[in-house]
């Protein structure tokens, strides 16, 4: 873990925030490179989600909404995590992480009571993740909405504030009327979203893993009661194939169910995938019922039944969701990718990233800073930007020039050397196999766009 935070903070793929004032817990900058990941994994996303399905349509739905909704939705209520505090050196830690960290399982319908008896029971077993100490204060429940004052002017907002979104699909849920009737949708049908969250989280550990303020990309897919399960199942398949044709690698996915559902929901499974801190939620994919339209009717009284416009049935659709954090999908990617290779005894730091996920596709690397070879080679990274992220170095050695287009994942190196200016051709090495392919430059774009696949 601590190889990939440092290859990101080195090479431009996140750093922590505001870092020159000492970082800010649980925040992250995507750089210059990491936004090129983060934007590519959000178009593969979007892609297989909206893109290339008929029955679901893309929605960008505003940060703030009316405090009624997280109300209604349960999350004013209920969001919340089990709070302690280390009484040595006060470090606030979750209840439920702790009693983990030592194999004992403390689930979401817990109430605060049930989980103070199980932390007590096990304290002794427990050491503090900063001082080791086992002396903690009781679990509180703590609240993980992010609260503002937004539109509110009387200095005194935190009895009625506005709430940051904890999660982006009650934005779907209140625009599913808008958007069923505009879009002339029948049921079923499918929503997907990709937009920021907040969550006031208790621990700021495990990097992009767990963050305050992150990305989701989520799909509520609404349906009859009775095609529910057809469509969960259908979902999860999809979801499974989605990672695979991403490319991760199977051996580090597998499927884990929720045993202990919440009220409302039928069934409930994540996408585990093996982080280096061991197997953890990737995706969640949740069959909802009928829950957050009932609840959202009642909050607001306006009805969101639907009716069947050829059996004029009426009913509360039912809902199947998948969600997955953005920074989740870029840890999961990095992780797969990073590899470390022995070549000619000295050691190969390679990201061998998907190619439509990585940031540059293409790098041109004049063999000489002279004008004879800069200039053309130049005018060539020029031409292939139409198409194609494209990086252009020519300091130093063309070995190390190779190794940090390596480190940052680029698929193609193409050298531009004395020969070209005679045959007018160039050299072409793949990243993974590290060979190297003599090109004409009239069958260059059609050569990297076959290898790239776009
Ligand atoms: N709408 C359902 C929902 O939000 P969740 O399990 O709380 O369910 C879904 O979150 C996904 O969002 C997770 O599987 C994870 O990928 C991502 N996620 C949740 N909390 C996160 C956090 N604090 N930091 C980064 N990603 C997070």
């Known amino acids: 873990m601590e190889k990939i935070v440092n290859h990101c903070k080195t090479r431009g793929f996140v750093f922590p925030s ?8 649980a925040v992250y900058d995507y750089g210059q490179l990491g936004v090129e990941l983060a934007n590519n994994i959000k178009r593969a996303w979007w892609k297989a989600m909206v893109q290339k399905r008929d029955d679901i349509v893309g929605l960008d739905s505003a940060i703030f909404m009316h405090p009624k909704v997280w109300e209604a939705s349960g999350h004013v209520g209920g969001f919340s995590d089990p709070l302690t505090e280390c ?12 009693l983990e960290d030592i194999g004992v399982v403390a689930d979401e319908k817990m109430t605060e009571e049930q989980i103070n008896t199980l932390f007590t029971e096990n304290m002794k077993k427990i050491h503090c993740p900063k001082c080791g100490n086992s002396d903690f204060t009781p679990a509180k429940s703590f609240n ?33 009327e808008n958007v069923q009737v505009s879009s002339r949708k029948k049921l079923p049908f499918g929503i997907a979203q990709i937009g920021k969250a907040f969550r006031n989280e208790i621990t700021a550990r495990q990097f992009i893993f767990r963050t305050r303020e992150f990305e989701q990309m989520e799909m509520q897919y609404f349906t ?37 559902l919440v009220f409302y929901a039928k069934e409930a499974y994540d996408i585990e995938y093996k982080f280096p801190f061991g197997f953890k939620e990737l995706e969640g994919v949740h069959a909802r019922g009928d829950y957050d339209l009932t609840q959202h009717s009642k909050g607001s009284g306006h009805d969101m039944t639907y009716t069947d416009p050829v059996t004029k049935e009426k009913y509360m659709p039912h ?13 999961a990617v990095l992780t797969d990718a990073y590899t470390e290779e022995e070549v000619e005894g000295e050691v190969r730091v390679v990201l061998k990233l998907p190619k439509q996920l990585a940031p540059f596709k293409v790098a ?30 020519e300091t130093q050695s063309i070995g190390k020039r ?26 072409v090495r793949d990243r993974d ?21 776009c």
């Open 319 to 331: 809902i199947i969701e998948s969600s997955v954090g953005v920074g989740r999908t870029f840890l």
């Open 18 to 25: 505001s870092e020159i004032y000492g970082g800010f817990a």
């Open 433 to 453: 196999s590290m060979k190297q392919e003599r090109i004409p430059l009239t069958e260059l774009e059609d050569y990297l766009a076959k290898q790239l696949g």
């Open 364 to 393: 041109v690397l004049p063999l000489s800073k002279k004008d004879e070879l800069s200039v053309p080679a130049g005018e060539l990274a020029q031409q292939l930007r139409e198409r194609w992220m494209t990086d252009y170095d």
């Open 87 to 98: 009484k040595s050196c006060h470090t606030r830690s979750r209840v439920d992480h702790l």
């Open 224 to 260: 009859t009661p009775e095609n529910e399960m057809v469509a969960y199942e259908q979902l999860r398949e999809a979801r499974w194939q989605y990672y695979l044709d991403l490319g991760l690698k199977a051996e580090n996915m597998r499927w884990h169910k929720h045993e202990n």
């Open 144 to 176: 993980l909405l992010v609260k503002s004052n937004l539109g509110n002017f009387t200095g005194d907002w935190s009895k009625e504030p506005v709430y940051l979104r904890g999660e982006t699909c009650q934005g779907i849920y209140v625009n599913f």
């Open 402 to 427: 190779y190794r940090r287009q390596d480190e940052i994942g680029t698929p193609f190196c193409v050298t531009v050397d004395f020969e070209t200016l005679e045959d007018k051709a160039v050299t």
